[in-house]
């Protein structure tokens, strides 16, 4: 069975790139009947909170995405890192047992000079082995003196990395590349290196999907997995998603937390509509007739095939068309129930609010938007009245039926028989109902407003 899982740190909120990749992992678990996995990557003390994980769960929730696996599912595994500890420790055990493992005593200063060169050479910052040539009773007394080493795993000697990526085809890393790594840090919590594939082993994940940053944290987990004899997991790196300047979406450049959209009032079904979009394309002859907007029909879709190795560019002028298209997809009839329960002072217009809610949705695709702009319903505008205007009620007061096309015949026999101009007539007609210059179709406000109520701001009542 397809085993999936998004391994999100909690040191933040969610953003844009973080979600794309939960979405993808929950479609392609989905598309093909599998199993998606939520683990909390907290191997870093420091910078995790759970404040930060209940916000995750929230926002992944909101966006509609469920797991199978949780740290909010009870079960008798932890699906917490740092709650993790005794497997990795037993795990370590094993690795040095087989003399997969060294510890290192270097210093803190030493590696990063040694970085420093290498940088300044061109090369690949790698671990030079230095502490790999001590003599087991050597290391021994040197941790009976106190000493705390990290262990690193020995790579066997000219160690190349290669593998088949789902999207970016074969890889590899040539020999001289990748140094001994740190699996165990002198405090003795493992790094995120080991935790993750010994959790990606443990758990039975079949498909590692995750951003492409990623690659050469694959490289070296690899080696872990091939030293312990584990199956290799399929691997399909994403290309990242960039800022509009093409620069790496980062807290500084352009990158947004889903909160804040979600705040901003985008529907979950927008965003999912418009994460897909980032890096995928459905294959020809999977998504006749597939509704973007619903997961299910997102996942029946859903390939590894579909994901484009061009890096996609964050564009909110393409969330907000999403966002336009899904308010339209609701429909007035929701939007107007939606839009009663978060003013109840609209409530009153409930049952005439849905064709002018689909009118608005175009310039204003937001339900707080809407609320705003629709104000003038639960608040008379004060505004001058024309001496004609008791007359137009007048003529309201008997119009059948009370519908936006014979309102809008209405307004223009109305206007050619009095002689006016359409400024002449609209325009005061629009102020002194909505106290607005401009805005939706006025027969449709007339409609939305009732016969009386018009009846009233006209001045007949
Ligand atoms: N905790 C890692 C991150 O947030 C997860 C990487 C992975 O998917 O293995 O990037």
């Known amino acids: 069975m397809i085993r999936t899982r998004f391994a999100p740190s909690p040191t933040g909120e969610l953003h844009i790139g973080g979600a794309r990749t939960a979405l993808f992992n929950y479609l392609y678990a989905r598309s093909a009947g599998g199993q998606f996995i939520l683990r909390i ?9 759970r404040e930060h994980e209940t916000r995750l769960l929230d926002d992944l929730r909101w966006l509609g995405l469920t797991w199978d696996e949780g740290p909010d599912i009870p079960t008798d595994i932890p699906l917490r890192q740092s709650e993790r500890g005794e497997l990795y420790a037993r795990w370590m055990d094993k690795l040095r047992e087989q003399g997969a493992v060294y510890p290192c005593f270097c210093a803190e200063e030493r590696l990063a000079s040694m970085r420093e060169g290498q940088l300044a050479r061109g090369e690949p910052p ?8 001590l003599s087991p009773r050597e290391a021994q007394r040197r941790i009976e003196m106190g000493e705390r080493p990290c262990w690193r795993l020995a790579l066997p000697e000219g160690y190349s990395a290669a593998f088949d990526d789902a999207v970016r085809g074969p890889q590899s890393f040539p020999a001289g590349t990748i140094g001994d790594f740190v699996v165990q840090r002198s405090d003795r919590s493992p790094t995120y290196l080991f935790a993750s594939a010994v959790d990606d082993y443990l758990m039975g994940i079949t498909h590692v999907i995750r951003g492409d940053e990623h690659v050469p944290n694959t490289a070296r987990q690899l080696a872990i997995i091939d030293r312990m004899g584990w199956p290799r997991p399929a691997f399909a790196h994403i290309p990242m998603v960039l800022s509009s300047d093409r620069r790496k979406l980062g807290k500084r450049t352009g990158s947004t937390p889903i909160r804040e959209y979600r705040e901003r009032g985008f529907l979950p079904e927008a965003l999912d509509a418009y994460l897909a979009t980032l890096s995928w394309t459905p294959q020809k002859g999977t998504n006749e007739g597939a509704d973007p907007f619903d997961l299910k029909a ?3 879709s859903f390939s590894l095939e579909g994901i484009v190795r061009s890096s996609p560019v964050h564009d909110e002028g393409h969330l907000l068309h999403w966002q336009r298209e899904a308010m339209a997809r609701r429909g007035g009839e929701a939007l107007a129930r939606e839009l009663a329960v978060l003013e109840p002072r609209l409530a009153p217009f409930r049952e005439r609010l849905a064709p002018l809610l689909e009118e608005m949705t175009k310039e204003h695709p937001f339900l707080m938007e809407l609320r705003d702009s629709l104000a003038f319903l639960a608040e008379r505008p004060a505004a001058k009245r ?14 059948e039926p009370w519908k936006a096309e014979a309102l809008e015949v209405l307004l223009r026999a109305f206007m050619k028989e009095r002689g006016l101009k359409g400024r002449e007539f609209f325009h005061p007609l629009r ?20 016969r009386e109520e018009c009846a009233a701001r006209l001045g007949l009542l």
Not at 126 to 133: L, N, Q
Not at 431 to 450: I, R
């Open 298 to 300: 997102l996942a029946a």
């Open 386 to 399: 024309e001496p004609w205007m008791a007359d137009l009620a007048g003529a309201l007061s008997s119009l």
């Open 126 to 133: 790698r671990y030079d082995g230095r502490c790999r040539s």
């Open 431 to 450: 102020l002194l109902l909505t106290g607005q210059d401009s805005g939706a179709p006025l027969p449709l406000v007339l409609f939305t407003l009732g």
């Open 41 to 49: 990557d907290d191997t870093d003390a420091e910078r995790s909170r």
